[in-house]
């Protein structure tokens, strides 16, 4: 229900009432069906993985390969499931938790170093490690370091993730530089807009994760290159926002 003043010349309100039943169920039946359908898709793709296995022990070369090809392709679908799975956690309602930026950090750091053993993630915190944080920053520097790993030819990639306060003092910029090939524009695009169409369209749902994730703690995202090579994406958000992770 929402109430207006009444605009005759008479004194009171005027109460609308709009029903939004029907809305609510759409939205729980669609929240329904993407956990279907996610849940189903993951299933399939194990399962496809689990031949792909056997289909590498092959004798004939060409197989090899082919399952070389089908086990990439499955392990791209699988991790945009659990990207989305990322996003729909971020457009939850629920207020979330927070910790020290240095704790952020350094789990990232371990996480990435775990996941890709021949990288490195370099730190630098130019802030007090103890500055409590939005747990919704986490999901986001943490794929910008996967990220910039992943795009960097290097055998030993290394990204550097520094978090530092903006000259105002007002924001905390959290910035991953890396030595890849840059971010291309139609990447930028989905950091700076959040929009996809056919003619813009991203290699996948990090883009959108970190851009979910900055929308929420009501920062932004910028992209510059990197001296000597690479790109350097930049989480800038309201010291405030970072804290209580609210729009």
Request: net charge negative; glycine share 8%.
């Amino acid at each position: 229900m929402h109430a207006v003043p009444r605009r005759d010349g008479t004194e009171g309100v005027t109460a609308l009432y709009v029903d939004v039943t029907e809305r609510k169920r759409r939205e729980e039946h669609v929240q329904v069906l993407n956990r279907v359908m996610r849940h189903n898709i993951r299933n399939d793709l194990n399962v496809l993985y689990g031949h792909t296995e056997m289909l590498l022990r092959s004798d004939d070369a060409d197989v090899r390969e082919s399952a070389r090809v089908i086990g990439r392709t499955v392990e791209r679908w699988l991790d945009l499931t659990e990207k989305a799975k990322e996003i729909e956690r971020l457009f939850d309602d629920a207020p979330a938790g927070t910790r020290p930026v240095g704790e952020m950090v350094h789990e990232t750091q371990t996480n990435v170093e775990l996941a890709f053993l021949s990288a490195t993630v370099e730190t630098r915190i130019d802030v007090d490690p103890d500055l409590r944080v939005s747990d919704r920053l986490h999901a986001a520097v943490e794929e910008l370091c996967e990220n910039g790993v992943k795009h960097d030819d290097d055998p030993e990639p290394t990204v550097l993730l520094r978090v530092r306060r903006s000259d105002s003092g007002e924001h905390l910029e959290l910035s991953v530089a890396d030595r890849g090939p840059g971010v291309p524009e139609h990447e930028r695009a989905i950091l700076r807009e959040g929009e996809e169409t056919p003619l813009v369209h991203g290699s996948g749902l990090g883009f959108w994760l970190v851009r979910t994730v900055v929308r929420r703690v009501g920062g932004r995202v910028t992209v510059s290159d990197r001296a000597g090579g690479g790109s350097v994406v930049t989480l800038r958000v309201p010291v405030r926002g970072a804290l209580n992770g609210t729009e």
